[in-house]
Antibody, heavy 119, light 109 residues
Framework: EVQLVESGGGLVQPGRSLRLSCAAS????????MHWVRQAPGKGLEWVSG????????GYADSVKGRFTISRDNAKNSLYLQMNSLRAEDTALYYC????????????WGQGTLVTVSS | EIVLTQSPGTLSLSPGERATLSCRAS???????LAWYQQKPGQAPRLLIY???SRATGIPDRFSGSGSGTDFTLTISRLEPEDFAVYYC??????????FGGGTKVEIK
């Protein structure tokens, strides 16, 4: 059974940093692309960042480019999102999602980890 | 960046009725790389349709997708009680930058 479990969320002050993790199981992690998607409270889905199976393709939404860094450790079956210079508008539930390829639909999602940016 | 505009924002229908949801792209979506997701309160999104018209594993055949280029449609032929939810379209063909539409809420009339 495919499982994606996010962690690392919490309350953080504006301007500080946070690192999210996504632990994957139930599939061959290094065969698949992975993405981060966020959802602000009461709002819609926003794609944040994606990474191909070998980290050869990486992309970011304009809203986070230059502040967030996506990475993966295939030996540890884990996906990461390093978030720097956090802003109030980054407050959201952050999901990790699996895709067959970088340019593929997201067939499995985690349950999300909540990031709250507030002083 | 490809902007996806979904309409209507809210659709009020009764169980058994047909639902038609629209997703319009600001530029052509390459190779019909268009997906639809369903999200219920407190849950993660679930993939319904990929490639504009292919149903994901386990999705009932009352859900169907159509369209190409800039205009796409999700149709639910006969609404079941469990279908009342928010639906999002997504394009995943635009190089390295993917986008979601703003969502359509299907609510019970």
């Amino acid at each position: 059974e495919v499982q994606l479990v996010e962690s690392g969320g919490g309350l953080v002050q504006p301007g500080r940093s946070l690192r999210l993790s996504c632990a994957a199981s139930g599939f061959t992690f290094d065969d698949y692309a992975m993405h981060w998607v966020r959802q602000a409270p009461g709002k819609g889905l926003e794609w944040v960042s994606g990474i191909s199976w070998n980290s050869g393709s990486i992309g970011y939404a304009d809203s986070v480019k230059g502040r967030f860094t996506i990475s993966r450790d295939n030996a540890k079956n884990s996906l990461y999102l390093q978030m720097n210079s956090l802003r109030a508008e980054d407050t959201a539930l952050y999901y990790c999602a699996k895709a067959d390829g970088y340019n593929s639909a997201f067939d499995y999602w985690g349950q999300g980890t909540l990031v709250t940016v507030s002083s | 960046e490809i902007v996806l505009t979904q309409s209507p924002g809210t659709l009020s229908l009764s169980p058994g009725e047909r639902a038609t949801l629209s997703c319009r792209a600001s530029q052509s979506v390459s190779s019909s790389y268009l997906a639809w997701y369903q999200q219920k309160p407190g849950q993660a999104p679930r993939l319904l349709i990929y490639g504009a018209s292919s149903r994901a594993t386990g999705i009932p055949d009352r859900f169907s997708g159509s369209g190409s280029g800039t205009d796409f449609t999700l149709t639910i032929s006969r609404l079941e009680p469990e279908d009342f939810a928010v639906y999002y379209c997504q394009q995943y063909g635009s190089s390295q930058r993917l986008t979601f539409g703003g969502g359509t809420k299907v609510e019970i009339k």
